[in-house]
């Protein structure tokens, strides 16, 4: 079993900056993907962004220049550092790892964006 506890959110003007950060403790396996996805109501679940254990980085096109994602291998702990926020971007965000080929899920933290 692995558990993950997300940390960060909260509300942000527009062009504002905000960070977020999950740990994942249990039973992990060396190869694997940590990531966050972000839902809004009514709406389908959007993979955000993804750091395998190898280093390679993945992002949806709209957060491309504006996320960066990041791990600190040692802790499982992955960020997510997110720029230049828009109204668009308020959604749940929730952490996952895929280890062993299974998927665990944070509970969600809320990111406002708004004025």
């Known amino acids: 079993q692995v558990q993950l506890v997300e940390s960060g959110g909260g509300l942000v003007q527009p062009g504002g900056s905000l960070s977020l950060s999950c740990t994942a403790s249990?039973?992990?396996?060396?190869?694997?993907?940590m990531g966050w996805y972000r839902q809004t109501p009514g709406k389908q679940r959007v993979l955000v962004a993804s750091?395998?254990?190898?280093?390679?980085?993945n992002y949806a096109d709209s957060v491309k220049g504006r996320f960066a994602i990041s791990r600190d291998y040692a802790n499982n702990t992955v960020y997510l550092q997110m720029n230049t926020l828009e109204p668009e971007d308020t959604a749940v965000y929730c952490c996952?790892?895929?280890?062993?080929?299974?998927?665990?899920w944070g509970k969600g933290t809320l990111v406002t964006v708004s004025s």
């Open positions: 750091i395998s254990s190898g280093g390679e980085k």
């Open positions: 249990g039973r992990i396996f060396r190869l694997n993907t």
């Open positions: 996952y790892i895929i280890t062993g080929g299974v998927y665990y």
